[in-house]
């Protein structure tokens, strides 16, 4: 048997977040910007989860700009530059990152690309390497095809191109040829 819900019943009522507007949403803003770095389109989507309206959503977003709070092209350009300082990751993740977090492509992209003008990605792969596999011989790590493939897509997946991946890894792999063409064509027929 079905019931419906007893409006009075506290077990079931849900909380209502208070609408905010004018100062109030400000201060949302202000208070949400200093917690944590957000482009201007992921401090649009909170804002309008708790605002009132949306005009004033963006009246927010145009007073907070003229300020120089909410700043994408500021905000793509130290994501990158920390990510790339870091070597945790390449181009491309940082910059699959920064499309994540709602910023313009063209924004993203002369961002990431002036955050690593300067850097090797071989040198990046390298460190990312030094990094995760502390203390072990990677000679003796890449012997197998398997684990040359393993290592090879985490680096892919951290952003590094395949050229310099294959690179830094060829120095240390004793493999002949770590990918045979004729597995790759098995794996496309399967998919």
């Known amino acids: ?33 200093a917690a944590r770095a957000l482009s201007r389109n992921e401090l649009r989507a909170r804002l309008r989860r708790r605002a009132a309206s949306h005009s004033e959503v963006e009246e927010v977003l145009a007073s907070l700009s003229e300020y120089g709070a909410v700043d994408d092209a500021r905000f793509a350009a130290h994501y990158a530059e920390a990510r790339a300082a870091e070597g945790r990751w390449g181009k491309a993740r940082v910059l699959a990152n920064l499309l994540a977090r709602r910023v313009d492509s063209q924004t993203a992209s002369s961002a990431v690309e002036a955050a690593f003008a300067g850097a090797s990605e071989e040198s990046g792969v390298q460190l990312w390497l030094e990094r995760k596999f502390r ?17 090879y897509r ?6 590094f191109s395949g050229k310099a991946v294959m690179g830094v890894l060829k120095r240390y792999a004793e493999i002949e ?8 064509d098995a794996e496309s027929d399967v998919l």
Do not use: C, H, V
């Open 1 to 33: 048997m079905y019931t419906t819900q007893n409006e009075e019943d506290p077990k079931t009522m849900r909380r209502q977040t208070p609408r905010l507007t004018g100062q109030a949403l400000r201060d949302y803003a202000a208070s949400l910007l």
């Open 135 to 151: 203390g072990q011989d990677l000679r003796d790590l890449l012997k197998t095809k398997g684990k040359f493939a393993s290592i």
């Open 154 to 159: 985490r680096l892919r997946t951290a952003g």
């Open 177 to 184: 040829d770590p990918f045979d063409p004729a597995d790759e």
